[in-house]
């Protein structure tokens, strides 16, 4: 443990090092020009000239015996990090001490030779370290990294760096060119306020670190524009304090005052997110995140501007609608029979009227279009997504990042169980707000089934947990976060949809026909939907899901339980230390550190996903019952971003910068609620919706081709001598000789041979159910599969500017061979690479980029012997 | 097209250095040493001391004006190469003056320019070039890449190389161990007998070249272990000729007579191919094609064994059937409605008791099972493709190879039209054996469907390759192949399949029913599938297909054909060189070039591939129907692998080796296949077999719950008066007065009030089918998933042995920073880099892989030091 959470460092200042590796030599200098208040500021060590590029923390409790060393930036460190696995010789032997340490009484003798073991090991390998120097109960040791650490990391690691090299994007002409300058004007509104870095037609050439070929890389340019220069020295030091502002750190600080500006702001909400100021000050995968969420948010304005008009189409068209006119004409008098047992009464149909035509409204002609649109929907937005995200590898430099560090899992078994029990926990508890919204005149039996169902998965959930613990410890850890993630994933999803898909499909399905209803228990009977179906109910259900759940979840969970947490926290760190130090904590200015330990520790994206996959579940497996569930969403997500923007730039330490290439399991849990989305959808509109039944009366029963008749066709006849003993109704407003009511099914009529049974009609509508379904689903996925193949993976524009910057790397070589040839060859001429390259760079015109190897041979030499007879 | 042909050569060239990269500075020196029989023995410039390394070939018809500059060793070279982008202004220039002189009338000057400035163009880029000094009509140009251009190349290409580092792949203990090593032996017997290059368990590290580390490169192993050295010599001289092996390339023979004697050999068709040596010889893109059908050959195995047992299993149940023995049983007496208007008579069902029997055979409980099990074995086969690419990447060090090249097509128009033309010929070209299939009872209904698709099909091909044609033409090259090949495929299909398809899901499907059967024109009824089924018309299609087509394909295509064109081809240069030439070329000795000129160009693999796809379409799309299908692909696979390597070993010019990553969309189009075989197995199961009806009457209408009854259940009654006039049989050998006759078909009696109407089990069973689909898919989906989920991508000892290595690069890039910090700190040592490396070599044992670098550093030194001293 110990040892995992102290190599981790190094991996996140390298990665950091990715995004400004040549500042990092100047660092020093920097200081040494200006040096800081007090001693480095809280920013430097002790000389004032070393940078402090991380910190260590550890409690040194005495009295209770209990030391540990965590990482203070960071909350959950170890479950993110991937350490070089050439580490794991050094890692097994300090894990066996550790372990050999965790099975004896914990003893801080033994605790201080681990530490001691390993921060001579940190310093063997090229760092630098500075402690504290009083004795307090919370101890901090700062490391520096050197220059020559930093680059020989950079150079093993391949990481890429911008070189001196850039071209222009070639400007569209023609028509294509006024859209597109029009275009950009228009985004130009809704871009934040951040400086760019250069003009956005300019790229530059980046290319895997080297210190031999340090005189290709750029240097002046990033420390001229970047707004984050010096980033490297506040890794640590995330809390948003606009006072403290001082001339030092003045450009690190006046990133983040852009961040808190620009992005975490409600003002803003209307703008595109600043991708890469927030890449730069949190790392790539958090970036990631809220490219993806800006992206899912981008797309949800479509998908909601058309669910909209499905649903303002059938409040206009409600009024020409046959079945719900039929439902409402008092004239046709048809007699109910009752819903339950005795106690109940016969009812007219034209009573529930109000239910029938606010059903119409999310159940028209213009929904099942929707349902497909939406399939295709999700297809559209997975393959924008993977094209956003080939563009942010590409503009961030990851495209050469190698893949996950294959490393053993250090993690005591104690861990897993620990988070095992947690998610077991977070998922047993019920989700109070979806309960509620299960209408008043449900039976228990919902919440039975729900919580049964919960309960047997809880059960499997646990099984396979087992199992998976017993097997697949000694696997890769990012394996293990996926598979975490995704069991995770199951069971809140479980928890979440079961109760919309009890309603959507299961509810009413099996409760009987007057005169034979199911009982369960003996004495209840299988609860049916409301008079005017299942989809009102399931409706009623998602408004509230979406609108209710999220707010709450918005305001309650990410607002005022972080508020509570860090009160307690405040309470118990004063309690715990006020005993023995705290004169001597008084009497010190408290540090950048001291001030930023008091922070929420980072907890990680999963909960963040977590919440925005179950929301995506939402919009697209019930859209057909639901076609305003992409506005609510998209109302969410505006407010969404700004929530999580203003955590994580003021609320919690700051995180630190995991590289990271894609956003792994949640792209396939996104793409399996998709290809899942087709099918629910499929049968919410085959079973759940009257379209079917609809269509099948009027193309197979109506005599006149119309819909007039639909209502009385569906309608079953029940003659009331059949009813069971004591099942009719007791008192009632009816005629007591009344002899005929109807119910809601198909069904031969007393009258017939074969009385009560499935008619004719029940067949042939499931049959039509069906084959609907199978036409549905394979349309569907067949579209799909069409745009996932008709987009294109890489956006034409970047294949160009890669085919480019090929071509521009192939010259560069090029331009190196030639001169090492003609050094050859005319060996008096001085090497004087800048004027050649210069001379170069001005040969190699806009018009040809790409000029021939013998080309540039000739006119580099020549120009090297003009320079010589000079 | 000059160019394009010319610049083709050069990444052919550089591909094969991917090889024996090494091996090519040596080439003069061999030469030197053993000079060959003549002027290098036609394989040497006249100075005997530099190899030829590519020969092009033009045609001088002066009498004719005819100039042809083409690449000897390759039919389409063109298509199938990637020039690197940086020569495409070069390229854009020659292209211009060639298409100048294309608009001109061909004159010989223009031709002769545009050739010398072409060979200008290599010469400057550092080729050397020799020309014939005879005149002839066949001129053959040799070309010398130098090492300096190579190594040159190979740098800016990235090539891998191996180096000196090689390490020992971990030896299994315990059970695992002895089950390995019993696995090895039992394989032994099906090695092919090609000496590997070194012991199986040792692998080299690889990395890429650079001329600066061309100390880590080993050069002895390759030279004295690989049977290929000196391969790029003879890069060319692809005839199999064992009589002509000299001393000189007896290494090049050596591996050639073992490809045929080894592989291109029915002798050796029960062992595996040895593909690093096809690979040697043949490039990546042929050397993935033989490892496909290689692994589809393999997994045919499991799925033939599946589909006998099936098979047999029908065998032995057939006579406890109840359906069929019902048909067969006389004493039940149906009496079957006649067939057709007039002229049949009545029968009796028992008449085709042998019918019913031989359908069984196919369609029993098991083929349901074999079905789904043949969607899980084609995802299995996908998946284990994938692990086999992946493995051959890595060990043919394909896994740093760019992408594929972004170039324009620089193809001239017409070419795209001729390649349009020769598809749409190929595929309106009718299958003759496919059509023999249709059995002697079909009208011409299906052959007229068939060919209208076709047509219909044609036109909307031509159309789409006409609109592709204008809109794609400047895109790239491998797009613009997958594009055609898509068309290919999806015609051919068409033409393979909409027989079988029509057969299983359509004949019979509208022909109405006794006393209103539905006439086309009039007066032909629609064609029924015979009485015991469409499910056995189906099984012989297919038979017939996969046995007939095939061995006619093979016998007639591939052998006969190729023949009779080398036969024409032969007369007609006979005829064409006789008329003045003659003397000149007899007196002369045919160099290898001329007979190698002599041998058939090489068409590419598209056929090849085809062929097999389709077959894959076959065995995977109607497996249901016919649980035989792997087996007769098995054998005929085995088969096919020794005939095509026989022609690509001795009857085509060597192709140029290709170097391909993948089959490209091949793969997508067995993807595809799969998918789509999982809807026509549902449907064949569902709608062609008698499977749903048969578990509908069990459970449904049955009232023992045994099968007996059903075949009674399954025929309707017709009243024989309700015959329309002139459609009663005219002579009957039955009671004139029968007045009910029987016919297959869900309807309600002549008694009933809706007479003749579909009856509620016809809806109950259309309800079972569609719902069986529905699951079926559904399943056999969520399966297939499952199985490629569960199947890694990258199998974990290749995972294992790629971390191995990473960390062994990492150990020697540490151990190089190690020697320059060293020598940094002690100036006065001698940097002898073998010595040290040999000796780090040692001390980095095989117990701890992965030393620390302080470690290494200190190690090393003290080495160092103590080298010093002495």
């Known amino acids: ?30 200081f040494q020009e200006e040096p800081g208040p007090g ?18 923390v550890y409690h040194s409790k005495r009295r209770q015996s209990q030391h540990r060393l965590s990482v203070v930036s960071n909350g959950n460190v170890p479950s993110q990090s991937h350490t070089p696995s050439r580490r794991s010789t050094k890692g097994d032997i300090l894990e066996a001490v550790l372990e050999a340490g965790l099975a004896m009484e914990p003893a801080n003798e033994l605790q201080d030779k681990i530490r001691e073991e390993f921060e001579r090991g940190l310093q063997e390998e ?27 990391e950079a150079e093993l690691l391949k990481i890429r760096v911008p070189t001196k090299k850039t071209y222009q994007l070639k400007e569209k002409t023609g028509l294509m060119g006024v859209i597109n300058s029009f275009w950009t004007k228009i985004n130009q509104l809704f871009q ?14 980046s290319q895997p670190f080297s210190r031999d070929k340090l005189h290709l890389v750029i240097k002046e340019h990033l420390q001229k524009a970047s707004p984050c220069v010096g980033l490297i020295g506040c890794l640590l030091f995330c809390r948003f304090d606009i006072k403290s502002k001082n001339s030092l750190f003045s450009n690190a600080i006046r990133g983040r005052i852009m961040l808190h500006e620009e992005w975490a702001n409600y003002g803003a909400c209307y703008k595109y997110q600043p991708m890469d100021l927030i890449r730069k000050y949190f790392g790539e995968k958090i970036g990631l995140y809220f490219a993806w969420l800006g992206v899912y948010t981008q797309l949800l304005i479509p998908a909601s501007a058309l669910g909209v008009a499905v649903f303002l189409y059938g409040c206009l068209t409600v009024d020409t609608n046959v079945p719900s006119q039929e439902m409402c004409d008092e004239r046709l008098n048809f007699t109910m029979c009752p819903l339950c047992d005795r106690v109940c009464d016969y009812w007219q149909l034209s009573s529930i009227c109000s239910t029938a035509r606010t059903s119409y409204l999310f159940d028209n002609h213009a929904t099942v279009g929707f349902a497909i649109f939406m399939s295709l929907w999700a297809a559209v937005f997975l393959e924008h997504w993977k094209r956003r995200q080939r563009c942010l590898q590409h503009s961030w430099d990851l495209t050469g990042m190698e893949d996950d560090e294959v490393r053993k899992s250090t993690f005591p078994h104690n861990v897993i169980l620990y988070r095992i029990i947690v998610f077991a926990v977070m998922s047993m508890n019920p989700d109070h707000e979806a309960k509620a919204n299960v209408r008043v005149t449900v039976t228990t039996t919902a919440v039975i089934i729900n919580l049964l169902v919960v309960l047997v998965l809880d059960e499997i959930y646990g099984a396979i947990a087992a199992w998976i613990t017993e097997l697949e410890i000694p696997k890769t850890e990012s394996t293990f976060e996926e ?24 509810k009413g399905r099996f409760a009987g026909r007057p005169g034979d209803y199911v009982y369960v228990f003996k004495d209840f009977r299988m609860e049916e939907c409301s008079p005017g179906g299942c989809l009102i109910e399931v409706c009623i259900q998602l408004g509230i899901i979406m609108l209710g759940k999220q707010l709450i979840q918005n305001n309650v969970f990410e607002i005022a339980i972080p508020k509570l947490k860090k009160m307690y926290r405040t309470y118990k760190e004063e309690k715990d230390g006020s005993a023995d130090e705290e004169d001597k904590d008084s009497k010190r200015e408290p540090q950048r550190w001291d001030l930023d ?6 907890e990680g994206l999963s909960p963040e996903y977590m919440e925005m996959v179950i929301q995506y579940g939402f919009v697209t497996l019930f859209v057909a019952s639901f076609p305003l569930a992409p506005v609510f969403a998209l109302l969410n997500n505006v407010i969404e971003i700004r929530l999580d923007a203003a955590k994580f730039v003021t609320e919690i330490r700051r995180p630190d910068a995991v590289s990271a290439k894609e956003i792994g399991i949640w792209y396939n849990i996104l793409s399996g609620i998709s290809k899942f989305a087709v099918i629910t959808n499929a049968f919410v509109i085959s079973f759940t919706s009257e379209f079917i039944p609809r269509m099948v009366y009027q193309y197979l029963y109506s005599e006149t081709g119309t819909m007039h008749g639909y209502t009385n066709h569906t309608l079953a006849y029940f003659n009331t001598r059949n009813f069971k003993p004591g099942t009719a109704p007791h008192d009632t407003d009816f005629d007591r000789q009344l002899r005929i009511c109807r119910y809601k099914d198909y069904r031969d009529p ?31 996925m067949f579209l799909s599969m069409l745009v996932a193949w008709l987009i294109p993976d890489v956006p034409r524009s970047l294949k160009e500017q890669l085919k480019r910057e090929k071509a521009l790397m192939m010259d560069l070589l090029l331009t190196e061979e030639a001169d090492k040839q003609c050094t050859q060859s005319h060996p008096l001429t001085t090497t004087n690479n800048d004027v050649v390259i210069k001379c170069l760079g001005e040969g190699s015109s806009e018009d040809s980029p790409v000029p021939m190897l013998r080309e540039i041979r000739r006119r580099y030499c020549n120009s090297k012997i003009n320079m010589n007879m000079h």
Chains 1, 2 share one sequence.
């Open 39 to 56: 001693p480095g500021g809280g920013l430097c060590f002790a000389d004032g000239c070393r940078r402090v590029d991380y910190v260590l």
């Open 483 to 506: 598979h975490v993630i995704l069991k995770a994933f199951l069971l809140k999803s479980m928890n979440a949809f079961a109760p919309v898909f009890y309603v959507a499909f299961f």
């Open 750 to 780: 007393p009258w017939s041979p074969e009385a009560y049974q499935l008619s004719k009609q029940y067949w042939s509508v499931l049959a039509a159910r069906l084959a609907f379904v199978i036409f549905f689903q394979n349309l569907a």
């Open 1 to 30: 443990m110990l040892f995992v959470d102290a190599v981790v460092w190094k991996m996140h200042l390298l990665y950091v090092c990715a995004i400004d590796v040549t500042e990092l030599k100047n660092a020093c200098v920097c």
């Open 126 to 152: 090229g760092l630098e370290i500075e402690h504290d120097k009083e004795m307090r109960t919370v101890r901090f040791t700062r490391l520096h990294v050197p220059w020559s650490v930093l680059s020989r």
């Open 192 to 205: 934040p306020g951040v400086p760019e870095p250069q003009d956005p037609r300019t790229r530059v050439l």
């Open 597 to 602: 330990y008091d922070l929420e520790p980072y």
